[in-house]
């Protein structure tokens, strides 16, 4: 299908909801010639890698679709509220099969190095089969959560059993009957495999470093008349999460907890649990800026979340929090407190009992051996900046990415980079990405870029690179916004790079808020790419 020698307009690495649209945008509305590489074999990104068992999104399903066309909208019909892992991937396959994006994808192919050259303008780009490629844009897609974050166990390559990590799992499906499993982790991932595995292992250990908060899913099949509404709406729908700090359908409670007198306070608070889902983080004003409302908020949670645990000591383990409620991103779970009343499930604490080493049928911690038939890895990711760095991207003076951030990520707007001209990330380092409902912030940026491009193709421009200068400053203020938060309070989160050993301590999402964001990209575009270099 592809023709190694041909020069394109643009490559875009990656077929997620990022990629997908961004080829959209630049071949049917700019008319460019474009190269989208996949390395799966199939459209979805992190929904084509993350099928481990009860794989779901925690964004509402109406939310969490494209919103540039109204024909997609209207043909598309979610069945749940929180949509599944199979029915986002198969959504992303009807989107390109609706705009014909198949013929334009290269599939199974892993870039490995994207080089660019001064001389031709161009970033020449190759994938580990030894294929290139070149485009005069590059656009990276690869997603914010899609390096996974593997532990380092001593002699882990002579167990025998075997291992999965829940941000690569396997196409089949893993049969758990009758085994002897082992969980490490407890985040997102952990939370929403943990009740399915236990279904149906014989013996089901969890090894917990960090508790998480987690609030119910409550999730359901939609009616048929509200999907009929959803579709009927989208257009109020859209405002609103255009307005919303994260890009979701609801705004935050315009009174915080402190404001609220007993008995009043525990009974919306009471209301806003038995609704379940996020929104509950945004139910009261200020919740992650002001630290008595969040303590109030914190206490709640904790206890809601010991009742439904019979055995004091494991409740005890499961909320021993080290962080405020949702300074890191709460995950939405299905019976996840109530599985460790099963009597087949087991919790370890590694605070207390670190894993020593692998053997050959399991894990040896410090005072157990735990004999375990399959191994689950749920220990997260190298997030916003992992994939990225796996892409071998060399920029103007010969630097790699890799080098240049050494530091820490610089970006401009969380976009461009200085000196890696006409390179593009989405949902990159420096723009709100996670702390927002995902589409709608990918969207704004596939959008961003798409707008770029066409201001250097209509002017006669060869480049756009951000200014070193506009990029230093963003970050500083990006930290500084931070600053405001409680997000920094939690000091071992994946959110200030605390998960991967050696990665700079900084906050890696832009933390002012999706309509801030906007605003300061539509601005910058007022005053003629300000920040920006063209030339
Ligand atoms: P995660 O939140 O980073 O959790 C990783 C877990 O593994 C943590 O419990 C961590 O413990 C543990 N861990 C990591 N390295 C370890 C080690 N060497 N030894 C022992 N334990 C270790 O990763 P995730 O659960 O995959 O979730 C990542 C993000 O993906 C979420 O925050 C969310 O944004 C997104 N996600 C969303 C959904 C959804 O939409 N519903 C579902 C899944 C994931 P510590 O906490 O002690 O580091």
């Known amino acids: 299908m592809t023709d190694p020698v041909s020069n394109y307009d643009a490559i875009i690495v990656g077929a997620g909801f990022a990629g997908l649209y961004q080829l959209h945008r630049l071949r049917d509305k700019l008319k460019l010639k474009c190269l989208l590489i996949e390395a799966g074999d199939g459209v979805g990104g992190t929904w084509y890698w993350n099928r481990y068992p009860g794989a779901r999104c925690d964004s509402p399903s109406h939310a969490y679709s494209y919103y540039f066309s109204e024909d997609l909208i209207k043909k598309w019909t979610w069945t749940e ?49 030894g294929s290139a490629f070149s485009a005069k844009y590059l656009i990276a897609a690869v997603g914010c959560l899609s390096m996974s974050n593997k532990p380092v166990i001593k002699g882990i390559e002579t167990y025998t059993g075997s291992i999965f990590h829940t941000g690569n799992w396997p196409k089949e499906d893993i049969n758990f009957s009758g085994k002897s499993v082992g969980v490490i982790g407890t985040g997102a991932s952990a939370i929403q495999a943990i009740p399915l595995i236990a279904e149906q292992a014989k013996r089901l250990t969890v090894f917990q470093r960090t508790p998480n908060y987690s609030v119910p899913a409550c999730n359901y099949k939609l009616p048929g008349k509200v999907s009929k509404k959803y579709k009927e709406e989208w257009r109020s729908t859209l405002e609103i999460m255009q307005t919303s700090r994260n890009g979701l359908p609801w705004l935050e409670g315009d009174k915080s907890l402190q404001e609220i007198s007993e008995p009043t306070r525990t009974k919306l608070l ?12 945004e139910a009261f004003k200020g919740t992650l800026r002001d630290r008595k409302s969040n303590n109030i908020m914190s206490t709640f949670v904790k206890n809601k979340i010991a009742e439904k645990i019979e055995n004091p000591e494991v409740a005890k383990l499961l909320t021993d929090f080290d962080h405020p409620f949702a300074s890191k991103r709460p995950p939405l779970d299905t019976n996840y407190f109530e599985t460790f009343n099963k009597e087949n499930v087991s919790l370890v604490d ?18 157990e051996i735990f004999n375990l038939d399959v191994l689950v890895l749920a220990t997260g990711f190298d997030a916003m900046t992992g994939a990225i760095e796996k892409l071998g991207v060399i920029g103007r003076f010969g630097t790699s990415i890799n080098d240049f951030w050494r530091d820490g990520p610089k970006t401009y707007l969380g976009v461009h980079v200085p000196n890696f001209p006409n390179f593009f990330v989405l949902a990159g380092p420096g723009s709100p990405s996670v702390l927002t409902n995902m589409p709608r912030s990918i969207e704004f940026n596939v959008e961003w870029v798409g707008d770029c491009i066409d201001h250097l193709e209509k002017n006669g421009l060869s480049y756009i690179e951000a200014d070193p200068s506009a990029s230093d400053e963003w970050s500083k ?7 405001e938060t409680l997000f920094v309070d939690a000091k071992h989160s994946w959110y200030l790079g605390a998960n991967i050993p050696g990665k700079p301590r900084l906050f890696y999402p832009y933390a002012g808020g999706f309509p801030k964001y906007k605003a300061a990209c539509n601005e910058a575009k007022l005053q003629g790419f300000d920040g920006l270099i063209l030339g």
């Open 81 to 129: 509220r929180y949509p599944g892992q199979p029915e986002i991937e198969a959504y992303l396959n009807f989107v390109a099969d609706e705009l014909d994006l198949r013929t334009d994808i290269c599939f199974g192919q892993t870039v490995n190095r994207c080089k660019y050259t001064k001389d031709q303008n161009s970033w020449h780009v190759t994938t580990a089969d």
């Open 477 to 483: 203020d990006n930290q500084n916004l931070a600053n």
């Open 350 to 367: 590694l605070n207390e009992q670190p894993i020593k080493h692998a053997t050959l049928n399991g894990l040896e911690t410090k005072s």
């Open 270 to 281: 009471e209301d806003a649990w038995q609704k379940g889902g996020l929104a509950f983080r």
